[in-house]
Structures are given as structure tokens and as C-alpha cells.
């Protein structure tokens, strides 16, 4: 219908919807049909991109792929990024937020959950009310303006005034650098403030000058000093003092550490934070460190510390500037773990936070290693010229993205036109969407790359998806994108054991029997394993809702009560060390002060054997003058006798 004809046919219904039906059936029939139409529209205009793109099938051009990744709401808005740069302790991320806390409405999105609680209680403390949203996590406060997220849990479709997106280089990391790029691309905000390092300046300016948005450049200066000790520690642990922070790479050796720290300063106790540690047990860990009167002086820390954490940090020393990574073999496939060095910016980041505090540091922070072999190599690291720049930014595909690729070479995967998807699927279809995704993908400028790391990490997750289940592609995605511990057996089984309720349509309840087990459990490391699968459940059942994860309340009282277990074995064992560390300095002492009775015994008899010797000696010696006399005075008799010829 022209518009005249559907005007006239609206001020008709106007004047009869009242007290005739049948014209409002009819006009429900019309508005209906103009809907329909609308979708057979834009089903030819995907038609159509799709045959263009068939002719194309192994390049697609920046500026489309820009806009295939950007909202059809973002296309429409002209916003304004400002990317806030300098090193670590200059103060970036704090202005940007004092700006978030001025608009009307905005969102922070942080890489950790600590980042993200850290601006929500600091924004809520302002009276500036904001909700809380992470994978695990979820706090709503009424008439609240402000979210404070992780990247991934970013929600782009809402409206907002201001956004933050904290850590801007990890737009190119191979592992998550796909949600930097959606929330960079996504955000629906007047004005987008960018935090991070200058590494990634060219990157971001690329991108808003092909998406038409204005942009603009903030540099920040350290604001406390930072300098590189000319001599390393040496590797005597005894030359650590009050405020050092030890840097080691995995678990076993944070523990290692600390009992080798502990031992060499008996008296010192030791805080503990690593990757796999709650993150509230770190930041209580943090608290305890950064407290003067806790008695714990001295951190041993793996690189968990270069984000997310303010610490009273005086010295950063590194036990070694090398660490063992998973690479995958570029002849067979197969993933093998390989000793690199450590990238100059990840040693910045962490040598950063040395010396942030400039009334508790007025002489700045300093950075050293353990032995003399690494300290040259920390030197190179720490050289600020030494900049490595983004080139391109991390994608993954979607659900709707997999599918279309499956169209273009006639997969075996059944898809309506309109780009919904009603048949199941095996998880070996997503793996060839996957492969295909990463294959085909190519830019011209390079603009894009497909997160490798990620994709690898999705295909080891989807192996534990048994091949006999069929589910629809987006519930795979979301299983494939779940945080499984998958170097653990046990977690793997729980996680196959989920998917296989949710594929029978059944509701996926806790293993109480697993729970029970591992709630008794003396030892740290199995807390720390039901830890991780709890926020596992919890993550699966905020994504696929409370009707298929009926225990999500449980799982979060559990949560927090293996929590509260997991930060008194530390304290306990840390109390343990301390008290072998006291038993061990009682028996030095007692041997101490046995070897001085042992030592003085044996100084008084040598003192009396020396006397009596001496005695002996002089008795001898008169004894011996006698004789000589006697002998002396017998051959002067001797010689008289003979002269008077007797």
C-alpha cells in the first residue's frame, strides 16, 4: 500500500476501532503484513550480500567488515574516542572514571572482576549508583545509571552518555582481544574513553577514522619514579627487606618461594597471590599485604599482579624473566610447552607496580631479578623506547557469523534466509565453522585477525562435547566459551556431565557427592578445584538461566563458604610455616646456647690440662737442672780425686 492509502486506512480505524471488531482484525492483519514485508526486504538485501560475498569467498574488504561487526544503532552515531595513554601510576584510568562519574548514565568495563568491584565501590561511594556485572557475579542497586563490568559481560545494545574500556593493548591479544574489539565497536556512547599504553594508538586510530568517529589523544606521565637496581639480589634470599615482591611463574613455585623465603628470615611471614587464587582471596591477600601492622611483609607473586591490584610495593625482584608457554607445533598441530622470555611490555606492567605510593616511596619504586644471569636481560626489557605496536585487532566469530560461512561453501548445516537457526547441530559442525571462520577470514589492511589462541581454546572445549549431542549451534557457542579447567579431569567430567543433562532437556543440578568430597578435603589445592567448578555452574546457569541451573543460589552460598575455607588454609598454613619457622628458631637457639656450654667446658679443661702441662713441665725442667747439678757436682769430685792421685 502507498502511504496515502495507509493513511486514510489509520484515520479510518481511528474513528471505527471502538465499536467495529472487524476493523480492528484488519488493521492487525495490515500491521502483520507491513511486518512481514519489512522481513522479506531485509531478506533480499542478505541475499544479496551473500551472493557478493560468494563471488569473494576467501577476502573481505576492511570498510564491509567494519560494518558487518558494527551495529546497525553504532552506524548511525558519530562518536567521540579519546584514548587516555602513558605507563603505569600516571593516573589515566582515575581521570577517565572521574569522567564516567559525571554523565547521566555510563558504563566501565574492566579485564578483571577485580577491576570491575573496584570501580563499582568506588562509584557507589561517590553516590554515583551503578550495578555490578561479571561472569560469576551480579549485583543490581536500585535506580542505578552506571554499570561496572568485564569486558566480556559488556552489554552493547543500551544507550549510554560515557564509556570507560580499561586496558586498551589487549585488543590484540590472541586470547580476548575479540571483546575489546566488540565493545570498541559496539559501545552505543557519546564518548568513548580508551585506557591503556601508547602500543596501541595507530590501532584505535584506524579504526575510528574508518568508522567516521572523531578522535583524540590524552599522555600521562608516571607520577613516582622508576628505576632499575644497578646489582641483582645475588640470589640470597637473606637480602630481602620489608615491602619486596617476588615474581614467579606457576603455583608450585609461589609456594616453593614462600617457604625458601621463610626459612632464610625466620620471623617473616609471607602473602600469596596467584592465578587460580580467588579473586577475593587475592585482594585479601593485598589487604594483609599493604597492612603495616599485619606482619606480613614480603609478596610472592606470580604476573597475576600487573593487573587489578593496588599494592604498597617498594621492589619488584624477578626470580627469572623467562616462563613456560603452550605453543602449538606449526608442523604436526599438537600443543608442547616452550620457555620464552617475557614480553617488554608485560615486564613494564609488572615492574609498575613498584613504588605507586609517593609518600610511603618519596625515592620512587625499583625493579631487580634474584640472580646476576637475568638482570642484563631486565635491563633491555625495561627500556621504554622499546614499544611493540598493535597491529591489528582480535575477532572471534558469532553464531550468525559460523553459519553464514557454512552457507557460502554449501555446508551440510540447514539455515533459513532471514539468518535464524532451528536445527540441532553436532558439535563437529562448529568445529568446521571454526576451522572455516580462521581460514577464511582475511582483510585487506589487515585491520582484523581472528583470535587463534581463543579459537584453540574453544576446539579443546568443544572435545569434551560428545559428538553424539545435538544442540542448537548458539548453546554450543556458549558451552565452548565457558571457563573450563580442562588441565583437570575431574572439571572435565562435570563439564561433559552438565552438557549432557542440558541435551536431554533435564534440569542440571550440583554433584553433591563431588561437593561433599572436596568440602572435606584438608588440602588447598582440591578447595581451589570446587572453587573453580561452583563459579563454572554458576557461570552456565546465568547464561542459560535458572530453569535449566535450578542450584544457582546454592552454588553461591558454596562459593562463598569454600571461599571463606580456601582463606583459612592459607592463613593456616602460613601460621604452620610460622611455626616451624619459631620451632626451628627455639632449636637454633637451644643449640646455640649448648654449643656456648659445650665450647666454655671444653676452654676450662684445656685451661687446666694447660696448667697442668705447664706444671709438669716446669717440675721436669727442675727436675732435669737437678741432674745436671748432681752430674756437674759428681765430675768436679771426680776430676779432684784424680789430681790428689787417690
Not at 482484525?25 to 511486518?35: D, I, L, M, R
Not at 585482594?283 to 611483609?297: H, V
Not at 614499544?387 to 582480535?394: I, L, P, T
Request: glycine share 6%; net charge positive; with cysteine.
Amino acid at each position: 500500500t502507498d502511504k496515502n492509502t495507509n493513511d486514510d486506512f489509520c484515520e479510518i480505524h481511528e474513528l471505527n476501532r471502538r465499536f467495529d471488531p472487524l476493523f480492528q482484525a484488519v488493521f492487525e492483519y495490515h500491521s502483520v503484513y507491513k511486518q512481514k514485508c519489512m522481513k522479506a526486504q531485509k531478506r533480499m538485501e542478505y541475499q544479496q550480500k551473500v551472493n557478493e560475498m560468494r563471488e569473494f569467498p576467501d577476502a573481505i574488504d576492511t570498510h564491509s567488515s567494519i560494518n558487518l561487526l558494527r551495529p546497525p544503532n553504532v552506524r548511525r552515531m558519530r562518536r567521540k574516542i579519546v584514548y587516555h595513554y602513558g605507563p603505569t601510576n600516571s593516573g589515566k584510568t582515575y581521570l577517565a572514571v572521574e569522567r564516567l562519574c559525571q554523565a547521566k548514565s555510563g558504563v566501565y568495563a574492566g579485564p578483571l572482576r577485580l577491576l570491575a568491584a573496584e570501580s563499582f565501590h568506588r562509584m557507589n561511594a561517590k553516590g554515583v549508583y551503578t550495578n555490578l556485572m561479571t561472569g560469576q557475579e551480579k549485583v543490581v542497586v536500585p535506580f542505578a545509571t552506571h554499570v561496572a563490568c568485564t569486558v566480556e559481560m559488556a552489554n552493547t545494545s543500551t544507550p549510554v552518555e560515557v564509556a570507560v574500556l580499561d586496558e586498551i593493548q589487549l585488543i590484540a591479544d590472541s586470547s580476548r582481544g575479540w571483546a575489546w574489539t566488540r565493545v570498541l565497536l559496539g559501545f552505543q556512547s557519546q564518548e568513548v574513553h580508551v585506557c591503556g599504553d601508547g602500543s596501541a594508538r595507530k590501532l584505535v586510530r584506524q579504526i575510528a577514522q574508518e568508522c567516521g568517529d572523531e578522535y583524540e589523544e590524552v599522555q600521562y606521565e608516571r607520577r613516582n619514579s622508576l628505576r632499575v637496581a644497578q646489582t641483582s639480589l645475588l640470589g640470597n634470599l637473606k637480602n630481602l627487606r620489608k615491602g619486596d615482591c617476588l615474581i614467579v611463574f606457576g603455583r608450585k613455585l609461589c609456594f616453593q618461594m614462600k617457604e625458601e623465603v621463610e626459612s632464610a628470615n625466620p620471623g617473616v611471614r609471607c602473602a600469596m597471590i596467584y592465578g587460580k587464587l580467588p579473586p577475593e582471596t587475592r585482594s585479601e591477600q593485598a589487604r594483609l599485604f599493604n597492612d603495616a601492622t599485619s606482619g606480613f611483609d614480603i609478596l610472592i607473586s606470580t604476573d597475576a599482579i600487573g593487573l587489578g591490584l593496588n599494592l604498597d610495593i617498594g621492589r619488584i625482584i624477578f626470580v627469572e624473566v623467562r616462563k613456560f608457554v603452550r605453543v602449538r607445533d606449526k608442523f604436526n598441530g599438537l600443543l608442547a610447552m616452550k620457555r620464552v622470555e617475557l614480553e617488554a611490555p608485560h615486564v613494564r606492567q609488572i615492574a609498575g607496580r613498584a613504588g605507586r605510593d609517593k609518600i610511603k616511596f618519596p625515592n620512587g619504586g625499583e625493579v631487580t631479578t634474584l640472580h646476576r644471569r637475568d638482570l642484563d636481560l631486565l635491563k633491555k626489557k625495561m627500556v621504554h623506547g622499546l614499544q611493540v605496536e598493535q597491529k591489528s585487532a582480535g575477532i572471534i566469530p558469532s553464531c550468525e557469523g559460523i553459519i553464514e560461512l557454512h552457507d557460502l561453501t554449501t555446508t551440510k548445516l540447514n539455515r533459513r534466509s532471514t539468518g535464524k537457526q532451528h536445527n540441532l547441530s553436532s558439535v563437529s559442525d562448529l568445529v568446521d565453522g571454526l576451522n572455516l571462520y580462521e581460514k577464511r577470514f582475511r582483510t585487506a589492511e589487515k585491520t582484523f585477525k581472528v583470535c587463534s589462541k581463543r579459537i584453540d581454546e574453544m576446539k579443546e572445549t568443544c572435545e569434551l562435547i560428545g559428538d553424539h549431542i545435538r544442540l542448537p549451534m548458539s548453546a554450543q557457542l556458549d558451552f565452548a566459551s565457558a571457563p573450563v579447567d580442562r588441565s583437570e579431569n575431574i572439571s572435565k567430567d562435570e563439564f561433559a556431565r552438565m552438557i549432557e543433562l542440558y541435551s536431554k532437556r533435564q534440569q542440571v543440578t550440583l554433584n553433591l557427592e563431588i561437593i561433599t568430597k572436596y568440602l572435606q578435603a584438608k588440602e588447598l589445592y582440591w578447595l581451589e578445584r570446587l572453587y573453580h567448578m561452583l563459579e563454572l555452574y554458576i557461570y552456565l546457569g546465568n547464561a542459560f538461566g535458572r530453569t535449566c541451573f535450578p542450584h544457582l543460589d546454592p552454588a553461591n552460598a558454596l562459593r562463598r563458604r569454600v571461599l571463606s575455607k580456601i582463606e583459612s588454609k592459607i592463613k593456616e598454613r602460613t601460621n604452620v610455616q610460622a611455626a616451624k619457622n619459631s620451632m626451628r628458631k627455639t632449636q637454633n637457639q637451644a643449640r646455640e646456647k649448648e654449643k656456648s656450654k659445650t665450647e666454655k667446658y671444653r676452654g676450662r679443661v684445656e685451661a687446666k690440662k694447660s696448667k697442668k702441662r705447664m706444671k709438669n713441665r716446669a717440675k721436669g725442667k727442675a727436675e732435669s737442672n737437678a741432674e745436671k747439678r748432681r752430674k756437674k757436682d759428681d765430675d768436679m769430685f771426680e776430676e779432684l780425686f784424680l789430681f790428689n792421685g787417690v
